[in-house]
């Protein structure tokens, strides 16, 4: 298997053995956390490599080995709320029916039994609405599995798909992305004419690449079948920095839960995005129950008046 890097000023060549075929495409993050990004390489014959960005030579103590082919993995930062990160971690499953989350610096690996085949990448965001990262596997029998992790949930630290959706194969977190604040993406009832969207836009690229700009940021917000109009409903803007912006639109007529989703493609055309739900008139019915009330209360007011004239015109006759 040959392997090339190219970089802005050479390109290495690598062969690892034409016995370690792989499936997927390799994955690209700061593994060792060196401050140089790695190249993942899987393979199936079960080795998983780490290869340098600096001169393509094989970091040391990879390759990590299982006992079954491995298909695609996923890099994450899974340092524990306030402990500074080292490296990513190599997460991924292999056909012998083990979970493998690996430690990048050390290649040490916590295992876990799930008994059962998978050769889907493993997905990574926050799925029962806590605060912490969590790890969705599938299995060839037809089974989901979830599991947590100490580690804090953050935008650009899921994974949800393969290539981040297009062509993005890195990891994003602490390097380059876009993604709805928690303000924004904490869950809300939109009402009004307009609601604002704030987003944060991150390039930490160093010396000599630097900003990555421009970024052509598109937000969009889905439209129900229901809604006359446009099928989404799109605000377009050119950014020369990163950092954080808000975003008007408009808010629906309707009562509706929808997603908010937001695009970036920076100067090298390199996609990136993040999205959110949002609801839409969903409890304008309390509102009615405070009105019916009061109107209510207000023509019986308005009736006293009448009746006690009646009774003192009749009291006198």
């Excluded at 040959?2 to 060549?13: D, M, S």
Aim: glycine share 8%.
């Amino acid at each position: 298997m040959h392997i090339k890097i190219y970089t802005r000023l050479k390109h290495f060549e690598i062969n690892l053995s034409e016995y370690h075929l792989f499936a997927q495409g390799p994955a690209v993050g700061d593994v060792d956390g060196d401050g140089h990004k790695d190249l993942v390489v899987p393979t199936l014959s079960g080795n998983i490599y780490v290869l340098s960005g600096k001169d393509g030579s094989v970091v040391r103590p990879y390759p990590y080995r299982t006992q079954e082919k491995v298909m695609i993995q996923v890099l994450l930062d899974l340092s524990k709320r306030g402990e500074k990160s080292k490296g990513l971690s190599i997460v991924t499953t292999s056909f012998d029916g083990y979970l493998y989350s690996i430690d990048g610096p050390t290649s040490c690996a916590d295992v876990v039994d799930i008994g059962e085949t998978s050769y889907s990448m493993v997905l990574a965001d926050n799925v029962d609405g806590g605060d912490d990262l969590d790890l969705i596997v599938t299995t060839m029998n037809g089974n989901v599995f979830c599991f947590s992790t100490p580690s804090p949930h953050h935008p650009l630290k899921a994974w949800r798909s393969n290539n981040q959706g297009r062509n993005k194969v890195a990891n994003r977190y602490n390097r380059e992305g876009v993604y709805g604040t928690h303000s924004s993406r904490a869950f809300r009832d939109e009402e009004g004419k307009s609601f604002w969207v704030e987003i944060e836009m991150v390039d930490k690229h160093r010396y000599p690449s630097r900003f990555q700009a421009p970024y052509n940021v598109t937000t969009t917000l889905l439209v129900p079948g229901n809604y006359e109009g446009e099928r989404s409903i799109k605000q377009s803007q050119i950014f020369e920095r990163p950092g954080k912006y808000r975003i008007k639109l408009p808010t629906l007529g309707v009562r509706t839960t929808r997603t908010v989703v937001v695009e970036m493609v920076d100067k090298n055309e390199l996609y990136f995005s993040d999205g959110f739900s949002l609801t839409f008139h969903m409890y304008y019915y309390k509102l009615l129950k405070l009105i019916l009330p009061r109107c209510f209360l207000q023509s019986k007011d308005t009736d006293l008046p009448n009746s006690d004239s009646q009774a003192l015109n009749s009291m006198k006759t």
